[in-house]
């Protein structure tokens, strides 16, 4: 069984930066895509960035500019960098990755880490 560890939320004052790492653990799988899904309370959960396989990138609008994803395939680890936060950037931050173990493909989520920023 595939499992997303993120780490790396806390409390950060307006314009200050912080970086998430979420590693996959397990044994005989293959990463695809990966991303970074935020959702802020009352809200749904939405999409802040995504990787490909071979490192092409995405982001929200609303991220672009501020925030890097990027990822280390030879420890299975994806990464986002944020900077220039925002207190509308609080939110619990999810991991995401499409994951083929044997014969299964699955979309394998964190267990989130929060994000708050605020002075």
């Known amino acids: 069984q595939v499992q997303l560890v993120e780490s790396g939320g806390g409390l950060v004052q307006p314009g200050g930066s912080l970086s998430l790492s979420c590693a996959a653990s397990?044994?005989?799988?293959?990463?695809?895509?990966m991303g970074w899904y935020r959702q802020a309370p009352g809200k749904q959960r939405e999409l802040v960035a995504g990787?490909?396989?071979?490192?092409?990138?995405n982001y929200a609008n609303s991220v672009k500019g501020r925030f890097t994803i990027s990822r280390d395939n030879a420890k299975n680890t994806v990464y986002l960098q944020m900077s220039s936060l925002k207190p509308e950037d609080t939110a619990v931050y999810y991991c995401?990755?499409?994951?083929?173990?044997?014969?299964?493909?699955?979309?394998?989520w964190g267990r989130g880490t929060l994000v708050t920023v605020s002075s």
């Open positions: 995401n990755a499409f994951i083929v173990q044997g014969a299964a493909r699955e979309n394998y």
């Open positions: 397990g044994s005989g799988f293959s990463i695809y895509a």
């Open positions: 990787i490909s396989s071979g490192g092409t990138t």
